[in-house]
């Protein structure tokens, strides 16, 4: 990327923009011209174009802003037309920061066992995401990130809390990067942008790694991720005769069970009898067995991890400690998961990364279940160990340990 453009030079080239009406004589054949505006905007703040031209990205983002609230005002040619000079505006910019015009095929299949090297440092992970009737999203993987922005398609039946848990992503994200209200009703054919950008915590060699804080199932086999999934996890909240945070530590797989029968812990059936429910010993297969069709037994008491017949729920904290997977995902899980299968559950609010080509990623989230960890201590700790001092924007990560978004962000200086 070019560490510095001449404003006059720039100033030349935005000026092309004053044959705006020629442009705007094409949206209607770009009834895609929003989406592609988002987007391509999207992917010059995932690379940092703010640190060289703030202002005009600044200002590209007032156009947008201004563009959505033509759109909900129903005016919709005013709306169009600045969301296509938006367009052109970040295709000039992009040009500029020599960032490649290219983007993944959004109708390809995702190869999950495919380990792409690092990219280079003007070519960000950047996932489109057109995806089929169950809306998984695809992923970017490298070797220490997965995910990324992309484009998700509204199905029959979507609302906001359902698209937040199939993209792994917190309903607040996507509100905030779609500017929507949260009682706004979604419509099928309805485009989403998103960023899933996470980092790896750690490399296993085979098995599964859990990692609470990012609400994450990690599966790798022979030294590679092959499959990265939203998981629901136990709530936050305990008290003096309930816990039902999800334990950290090393087990292994010592079941599988497809179509499993739910046996009821004593513990639970406790919580049942104060709160006036039925008392029930076992639940049988069927549409309201709270595992699902699928479930893994570990060798943690009580730990599972299962579908789940509240798939709204993934991406939460809304277990009583189990690992609640997405249905449709579950049985991929399940399907590639053998018996002694070794994993660990682990607790990392805040994560690291250095990629191969020199970018510093950090990724901060809440300390959920009040462990006692300071994360804006744990950054500093964690860049200071890797010798980064120097080469990181402090002010960025201040600003993300304030914000804890719970996206993996450059902070390179």
Not at 267 to 282: F, H, L
């Amino acid at each position: 990327m070019r560490p510095f453009i001449e404003s006059s030079f720039f100033r030349s080239i935005v000026c092309c923009l004053v044959f705006g009406a020629a442009l705007f004589a094409a949206v209607s054949a770009r009834a895609d011209v929003r989406d592609e505006a988002i987007l391509a905007v999207s992917k010059l703040h995932d690379i940092g174009a703010k640190r060289y031209l703030p202002d005009d990205m600044n200002s590209l983002d007032s156009a947008l802003a201004e563009a959505g609230q033509y759109e909900k005002r129903g005016e919709r040619s005013n709306a169009d037309k600045l969301y296509l000079l938006a367009l052109q505006k970040a295709q000039i910019i992009s040009t500029l920061l020599e960032i490649p015009q290219t983007a993944p095929d959004p109708t390809a299949e995702p190869d999950s066992k495919k380990n792409d090297s690092e990219p280079a440092v003007d070519s960000p992970p950047l996932t489109v995401s057109e995806p089929e009737s169950d809306n998984a999203s695809s992923e970017v993987t490298s070797s220490k990130l997965i995910g990324g922005s992309g484009v998700y398609t509204v199905v029959k039946g979507d609302n906001i809390r359902l698209v937040s848990a199939k993209l792994g992503v917190t309903r607040q994200h996507l509100l905030k990067l779609n500017k929507l209200d949260s009682t706004t009703a979604l419509k099928a054919g309805q485009k989403l942008i998103y960023n899933n950008r996470k980092i790896i915590p750690k490399h296993l060699t085979e098995g599964i790694l859990v990692n609470i804080p990012d609400r994450t199932l990690y599966f790798f086999q022979q030294g590679t991720l092959v499959k990265s999934l939203p998981v629901a996890l136990g709530v936050s909240t305990k008290n003096e005769k309930y816990v039902w945070q999800t334990p950290v530590g090393k087990f292994k797989v010592t079941a599988k069970q497809k179509d499993p029968t739910w046996y009821v812990p004593a513990s639970i059936r406790a919580e049942m009898e104060e709160q006036g429910k039925e008392v029930v010993t076992k639940v049988p297969p069927g549409p309201k067995n709270p595992l699902g069709k699928f479930a893994i037994k570990t060798s943690l008491p009580g730990i599972l991890i299962h579908s789940t017949t509240k798939p709204w729920s993934i991406y939460g904290y809304a277990s009583h400690g189990c690992i609640r997977v997405y249905p449709e995902r579950m049985e991929e899980l399940f399907n590639e998961v053998k018996i002694n299968t070794r994993g660990e559950i682990i607790y990392n609010p805040v994560k690291l990364a250095v990629t191969d080509s020199g970018k510093i990623f950090l990724e901060v989230h809440n300390d959920i279940y009040n462990k006692g960890t300071n994360v804006a201590e744990e950054a500093k700790k964690m860049i200071d160990q890797q010798n980064l001092t120097d080469r990181v924007d402090w002010k960025k990560v201040e600003a993300l340990t304030k914000q804890k978004t719970g996206v993996a962000e450059d902070i390179t200086m």
